[in-house]
């Protein structure tokens, strides 16, 4: 099961601390809107999100459709084939995307100890 770019999800307090912070670990800005509460921080291959006000945990995000830097792929297995799939083996869902679209969808599930994991489509 092919699930795509990770990257974690931080619910944070403060969007500027939490900027300043990360780009002291080498972290810097490749996507967001400051004004609008949000930040998408890299490092090498590794994303994190700053979400201020936007949830209440940190999520587990996955991207079906994009490589580690956001580039989207010509061959990747669509958001509503690896929902069916999960859904065939009981994984329950806290949201689901409608099967009878296509392009960008997401879902989201919620692990054994409570984490939320994101399934964001955007291609």
């Known amino acids: 099961m092919q699930l795509g770019a990770f990257s974690v999800s931080l619910a944070v307090k403060d969007l500027a601390a939490s900027k300043a912070f990360y780009s002291k670990l080498g972290f810097e800005k490749v996507g967001g809107d400051e004004a609008q509460n949000w930040l998408i921080l890299r490092n090498g291959t590794t994303t994190i999100g700053l979400f201020q006000g936007m949830f209440e945990k940190n999520i587990l995000t996955f991207n079906p ?7 989207p792929l010509d061959d990747f297995t669509d958001i509503r084939a690896l929902q069916k799939s999960l ?3 009981g994984v329950a869902f806290s949201s689901e995307a409608d099967a009878s679209t296509s392009g960008p969808a997401s879902f989201t599930l919620v692990d054994p100890d409570g984490n939320p994991v994101l399934v964001d489509q955007h291609v």
């Open 65 to 71: 459709g994009w490589d580690a830097a956001c580039n």
């Open 87 to 89: 859904k065939e083996q």
